[in-house]
């Protein structure tokens, strides 16, 4: 059971509903592509566990002790505390003295050196709670386009491939009450602080109109006159009404004031009766 799911903070909102309307800063740009990788492999870990009967699951945790740290995943289960760290990268790579080098040369330097000082400070928490569950921490590179050679084994570093195994012990037995209650303890103690970067507002006027699906993050057509629903590429399907709200909620955010029905209507297409009557 999952406790807590990811939540965009709001410039990763802005950068992320941004994208493809204007041309980005360098800044932007950057924080983009990183957003967009690490959402990709948090997303893959996520579709992959979030049907499996065990462990208390908390997606996104952020603690301070001597500085704050950000964990992709928890999960208590079976007297374990267990972090896992995800990363998404295609094509080969070689293990070179803890780096990982593409063919291209592209450079993931030492992850386990963060990594490392992840688990300590989890440790540290845990110790301070008084919770008596054994520590683990794992980096785990999702994606069956991820290859590497001259790698010799380190179990805190997983691939694709043991993504079913974590499954499989997950599935063992269904998650118990001591459990949700170790899992609750550590999201009273969620740090809001420091999660916002600075916001560069672009000009809302010159941006691209439309609306984004929220699963593919690719622009939906424009709604038919006729039509009930609105279909993406990707094969989701979304009432007017659902394209309306989806609407409201891109232009506040991108505009960074009030939210007017010729805004909605512009966006999407869908006529005046329905955008007022949402």
């Known amino acids: ?39 990709l492999g948090e997303q893959l870990f996520y579709e992959r566990i979030k049907d499996c009967i065990g462990g208390a699951k908390i997606w996104d945790m952020r603690l301070r002790l001597n500085g704050q740290s950000q964990y992709d995943f928890i999960i208590v289960a079976d007297g374990k505390i267990m972090h896992f760290d995800t990363k998404y990268y295609e094509g080969q790579y070689n293990y070179v003295k803890g780096n990982f080098v ?29 919770i008596s569950y054994e520590v683990v921490s794992c980096i785990i590179f999702v994606g069956e386009q991820f290859n590497v050679s001259g790698f010799n084994g380190d179990k805190r570093i997983l691939f694709d491939k043991d993504i079913c195994k974590i499954v499989n012990r997950l599935n063992r037995r269904e998650v118990t009450s001591e459990e949700m209650e170790i899992a609750r303890t550590f999201l009273e103690h969620y740090d809001y602080k420091g999660m916002h970067t600075r916001i560069h507002y672009y000009p809302f006027e010159e941006m691209k109109k439309g609306v984004k699906c929220p699963k593919c993050r690719n622009f939906l057509p424009i709604a038919e006159k006729n039509a009930k629903k609105v279909r993406c590429q990707c094969g989701c399907e979304y009432t ?39």
Do not use: W
């Open 1 to 39: 059971m999952f406790l807590k799911t990811r939540e965009f903070n709001q410039y990763e909102r802005y950068i992320l509903e941004a994208a493809g309307r204007c041309d980005l800063d360098q800044f932007d740009k950057d924080h983009l592509f990183t957003t967009d990788k690490r959402l």
């Open 102 to 130: 593409s063919e291209n040369g592209y450079v993931i330097n030492n992850p386990l050196a963060l990594q490392t000082k992840q688990h300590m400070r989890l440790q540290r928490f845990v110790d301070k709670m008084g």
């Open 240 to 278: 007017k009404k659902e394209v309306v709200r989806l609407a409201f909620d891109a232009i506040y955010v991108l505009k960074n004031s009030g939210v007017t029905v010729r805004d909605v209507v512009e966006f999407t297409g869908v006529g005046r009766t329905i955008v007022q009557q949402v």
